[in-house]
């Protein structure tokens, strides 16, 4: 595959402007928050993040970038993962009967190499892109249930905006299953960016 020349970048991105939010307009310098889990979705809200809101020349209507704008950061991406809690017991059939101290070490084991490597996939999105400036990754990695870690990652680290994938659950499915990005969009104090995958 062959990598897109920069006037090439330029070109495509005239063609699909993209309105940035109102909140990112006149920052020179984002700070992002975008949660990432093992969907695609998630994913895909990252590389539109990073696509969209860390334009060249993004405040202005030129994507031309001298070097000095170029080697300046542009901004923060905060990399939110959240892992399922895990319990430390289990009902087979009765009563509950608790793991033992090795299958639990096993379990966090493969739940951190599970993580590095969802994280490692996530920071090779900010590598061999042209049309993007100077962006910090940081990283956060919590326990508990997402809806309600993510708001409270916000709220700790002050993002100018939050970006969640959606799944596009169903009707049925949001109500019994609840749906983290309609959650966050009411509980956030501060803008929130549903992104929705294409058909």
């Given at each position: 595959m062959e990598a897109k020349s920069e006037e090439a970048v330029a070109a495509t991105l005239q063609q699909e402007q993209v309105q940035m939010p109102p909140v990112l307009e006149e920052k020179e310098k984002k700070r992002v928050l975008v949660a990432v889990d093992e969907s695609d979705e998630s994913i895909y809200a990252l590389k539109w993040t990073l696509d969209n809101l860390f334009l060249y020349g993004s405040t202005s209507?030129?994507?031309?970038?001298?070097k000095k704008?170029?080697?300046?950061?542009?901004?923060?991406?905060?990399l939110v993962h959240v892992q399922q809690?895990?319990?430390h017991f289990?009902?087979?059939?009765?009563?509950?009967v608790y793991a033992s101290s090795s299958a639990i070490d096993s379990i966090r084991k493969s739940q951190q190499q599970n993580t590095a490597l969802l994280?490692?996939?996530?920071?090779q999105l900010f590598k061999g892109r042209p049309q993007l400036v100077q962006i910090k990754a940081e990283t956060i990695v919590c326990d508990g249930d997402p809806k309600d870690m993510i708001?409270?990652?916000?709220?700790?680290?002050?993002?100018?905006?939050v970006v969640v994938g959606s799944r596009g659950f169903g009707k049925l499915k949001r109500a019994f299953l609840g749906s983290v990005s309609d959650y966050?969009?009411?509980?956030?104090?501060?803008?929130?960016?549903?992104?929705?995958?294409?058909?």
């Open positions: 209507t030129s994507h031309v970038v001298d704008q170029k080697d300046e950061e542009a901004g923060v991406v905060i809690p895990f319990q289990i009902f087979p059939t009765g009563p509950g994280l490692s996939r996530a920071k708001c409270q990652m916000a709220e700790q680290t002050h993002p100018d905006i966050c969009a009411h509980h956030v104090k501060c803008p929130i960016l549903i992104v929705k995958p294409p058909k």
